[in-house]
């Protein structure tokens, strides 16, 4: 299930999204006393990035982390931890927490497992997912035709976070397609004529495997908000 939500400018679609992601987080917060959202990288979200972390919200009851991360040190440039503490975690978002999925030097069974208890008390399920798309349809780092696409887009009990081979050049380590899809809002925030062209070709046909954001966009009891500019 999808809703397809059109912007004449990005710095519009930046500023509709923070303000929807603002009231979802306000109203969670109010509710239970906290609230957490997952984001994505890469550099489409940096102006709402710098729009949310401008916005009055209770920033100490509000944790952020990342759908997903490459095992790379967080000073690299590829580190997506690095993008969200220099867009998001600024201005009057410096008082909310951040929960690293990259811990230690390793990804070993005790890390994973470290890791996997601390997010399940932490920040799941999601009030807020934010996730992109590639240009070959992959999201959160679920890969079209991996040795693994099947098994990482079960919706059956699975880790709450679990490594990715390497990939092109980096390992990875996600959260798994199984609690993704329990976020209570996902969006799908993209932007330029090619990824709608993607999306196009996503909303055609159902088969995952082939794109995996097709797991959301089609999810029979997940509706997922598409903010989508030129």
Known sequence: ?????????????????????AEIL????????????????????KGFFAALSNMDLPWKQITVTLADERWVDITDD??????????????KALDANFFHIKQGDELTVEVLSD???????TVLPFDVLILGMGEDGHTASLFPCSNEIHSALSRDAAPLLKVVPQTAPHERITFSYAY?????????????DSKKEVLEEALADSDATQMPIRAFLHHESLETQVYWAE
């Open 115 to 121: 890791l996997n208890l601390a997010a399940g008390t």
């Open 1 to 21: 299930m999808y809703k397809i939500n059109e912007f004449e400018s990005r710095a519009n679609l930046d500023q509709a999204l923070a303000n929807q992601v």
């Open 180 to 192: 993704l899809a329990q976020s209570k809002n996902t969006f799908l925030h993209i932007c330029g």
């Open 26 to 45: 306000v109203s969670a917060v109010k509710l239970k006393g906290k609230a957490s959202i997952a984001v994505s990288g890469g550099s489409t979200p």
């Open 78 to 91: 590829a580190s997506n931890t690095k993008l969200v503490h220099e867009n998001l975690l600024q201005n």
